[in-house]
Nanobody
Framework: VQLQASGGGSVQAGDSLRLSCAAS????????MGWFRQAPGKEREFVAA????????YYGDSVKGRFTIARDNAKNTVYLQMNSLKPEDTAVYYC??????????????WGQGTLVTVSS
């Protein structure tokens, strides 16, 4: 089973980025999926999660109103649309699957991470 995250990069404050995470090896259409991030020297932080059918979404306080999580079960893919990016959003972003909650230990599968760098 693999979760392949992509879409990271270097942007200016105020810009937008869209992360994608394609799962392979099994389908996650019956499982919640989500994103965490880890900034240098900090612990992993919950960013967003989405229910299996996509009808419910949850966000960390620091990204509410700026980030949107979505999924396409036909493509076994989860997305994270990030708008109004701030320098404090700089981190490695990890997609997760099969679990639910805001703790890293709540999820069984992790992607390899994609780096987002936001400069002021």
């Amino acid at each position: 089973v693999q979760l392949q995250a992509s879409g990271g990069g270097s942007v200016q404050a105020g810009d937008s980025l869209r992360l994608s995470c394609a799962a392979s090896g099994r389908t996650f259409s019956s499982d919640a999926m989500g994103w965490f991030r880890q900034a240098p020297g900090k612990e992993r932080e919950f960013v967003a999660a989405i229910s299996p059918g996509g009808g419910s979404t949850y966000y960390g306080d620091s990204v509410k109103g700026r980030f949107t999580i979505a999924r396409d079960n036909a493509k076994n893919t989860v997305y994270l649309q990030m708008n109004s990016l701030k320098p404090e959003d700089t981190a490695v972003y990890y997609c997760v699957a099969d679990g639910f909650g805001i703790a890293p230990s709540d999820y069984d599968y992790w992607g390899q991470g994609t780096l987002v760098t936001v400069s002021s």
